[in-house]
């Protein structure tokens, strides 16, 4: 009977299938969140598909499977990256979902980073992950070099460049000009207040964008910035031989794990003229992209959903990432004390006043007006482009024949 019972049970268990980026990042988060969700729901088995790269390779993996039919059930996108699913019919909406959930709100999602995942009214995806740029500083090499105080503008990061290869640094920075989806790009750009698109249009002929392209080489010319990969600057910097290095909050955990040892502490992002007047939401969110029939595979989908991005599930990616839980309830009471123990982790909290939009490129060209943005900034890291009026001339001409015809 025992054995009837056992069998009767493993075939009423509902099985979904799930795929998520960055497997350095995030293997660590799901390895913690799985048992305490097969406790919670021991009716519910979760298949993990190959991890994607990263967030390009994401939005493309999804966009060939729904061609072939073979959609994951959930899959985890980049922030920037709902908008295409949604508009192609591929994400499914929530909203049945959260029309059944008694006081979802309770649960403790931001208002702020629901609004993220939604479209036309509809919340299509839950915020698993968020994060915001921040500066990473080793302050033995710092006081070296006679600086004891964190820059505020990028001419103060100018400045201490200059002290530290006065000090014999020879490599005292990096600036993460290839993070995905232009990240670092649109941060200076709303920096200065000014969205990156607008009417679905980019953005990309106005004064600010010259800003950006000014200030970029500014960093990478008055810094003598070396072209690393964003991988080489983390391995770097963990080592003890990059001073200063500006990224997503992300790699913070993983920081504090493999480095080695000195005094590593994490500042807000530098302004253009101060603080900036806001920052992009990165990281990613949940979307329901099952086509099975079967409502109890899609609730099932909706329980993984619901759990990795709420309570318990969002605090483990708080405490395994540098990211932050786009969840009140996480940050709020079950993660209390835990910024005050993790300091270098709540610099992205106290900019969480500065989140604004990462901006999804318009049309079905979106992912190759992304490429040539990065060609744009690759070509002032490694000298090819000198004159920016010239650059973003070229550019704005790139980017409109990429552009939906009005």
């Known amino acids: 009977m025992c054995g009837a019972s056992t ?20 293997d660590v988060t799901y390895e913690a969140i799985l048992p305490k969700f097969y406790e919670a729901h021991p009716d519910i088995e979760v298949k993990f598909r190959a991890s994607y790269e990263q967030y390009e390779d994401a939005s493309n993996t999804v ?5 072939s039919g073979n959609l994951p059930d959930v899959t985890m996108q980049g922030l920037n990256r709902q908008q295409i699913l949604v508009e192609k019919g591929i994400a499914n909406s929530l909203q049945p979902f959260i029309a059944d959930e008694a006081d979802f709100q309770q649960d403790g999602y931001h208002e702020a980073m629901l609004s ?8 299509y995806g839950l915020p698993f992950s968020v994060s915001l740029p921040v500066g990473y500083y080793n302050m ?7 600086i004891d105080a964190l820059p505020t ?9 200059e002290a530290l290869n006065a000090s014999g640094s020879g490599n005292p920075i990096y600036w993460d000009w290839a993070i995905t989806g232009n990240w670092f790009f ?13 009417n679905a249009r980019i953005n990309m002929d106005s004064p600010e964008a010259l800003v950006v392209l000014e200030t970029v080489q500014k960093i990478v010319d008055g810094c003598e910035m070396k072209n690393l990969s964003s991988d080489e600057a983390v391995s770097t910097f963990a080592a003890g031989d990059l001073p200063m290095m500006f990224t997503s909050t992300s790699n913070v955990g993983r920081m504090m794990t493999i480095k080695s040892d000195f005094d590593f502490v994490t500042g807000n992002f530098p302004g253009i003229d101060g603080t900036p007047e806001g920052l992009p939401a990165g990281g990613n969110a949940a979307l329901m992209t099952s086509a099975s029939d079967d409502p109890r595979v899609r609730e099932a989908a909706w329980q993984w959903i ?3 991005t709420s309570g318990e599930g969002a605090a483990e990616v708080a405490r395994t990432t540098g990211y932050m839980p786009p969840n009140k309830a996480a940050n709020d009471i079950i993660l209390a004390d835990f910024y005050d123990q993790n300091p270098q982790k709540k610099t992205a909290v106290d900019q969480l006043p500065l989140l604004s939009d990462w901006q999804a490129y318009p049309g079905d060209n979106g992912l190759a007006i992304t490429q040539v943005i990065y060609d744009g900034l690759e070509r002032i890291v490694i000298g090819d482009a000198t004159d920016m009026e010239e650059l973003q001339q070229e550019l704005v001409e790139e980017i409109d ?6």
Do not use: H, N
């Not at 069998?7 to 995030?26: G, R, S």
């Open 401 to 406: 024949d990429l552009l939906p015809s009005s």
């Open 153 to 161: 503008t990028w001419d103060d990061v100018v400045t201490a460049c």
């Open 140 to 146: 033995d090499l710092l006081e070296v070099a006679g």
């Open 306 to 308: 619901k759990f990795i």
């Open 63 to 67: 966009l060939r499977e729904a061609v």
């Open 116 to 123: 993220l995942s939604t479209f036309d009214g509809d919340v």
């Open 7 to 26: 069998a009767a049970l493993a075939q009423d268990k509902v099985t979904i299938e799930f795929a998520y980026p960055y497997a350095a990042l995030f």
């Open 186 to 198: 649109q941060a200076l750009m709303w920096d200065q207040g000014k969205p990156t698109v607008e």
